[in-house]
């Protein structure tokens, strides 16, 4: 289950106000875990929502073609999707990064 869908889904949605604790660690890129105020807003100034987006989906911004993006998407779903036991707003959350990459890359 994802750590806050409610958090994940104001960032990806666009208002770019989350904590990183909201975020949890099967997200942590390692950009992001250089960083030592896990609790600083002001750690997530400057990330678009593409690189949120990668960062849900697990992965590296700017190395994956489409076919990555296929698998990371279904793995993602294997994880949170309601009829394999998770939740419904973490679905709506992967949904929304595999749009947001897919829209930025024209691959929709």
Known sequence: MLA?????????????????????????????????????????????????????????TGTFDRAALKAAYRNMMRRVHPDQGGDAEDAKVVNRAHEIISNAHGWR
Not at 8 to 33: C, D, M, N, Q
Not at 35 to 59: F, K, S
């Open 4 to 60: 806050s869908v409610p958090a994940l889904l104001l960032l990806v949605s666009g208002t770019g106000k989350i904590l990183w604790h909201l975020i949890g660690a099967p997200f942590r890129t390692r950009r992001l875990e250089q960083w030592q105020e896990p609790e600083a807003e002001h750690l997530w100034r400057g990330l678009t929502r593409y690189e949120v987006a990668c960062i849900i989906l697990e992965l590296e």
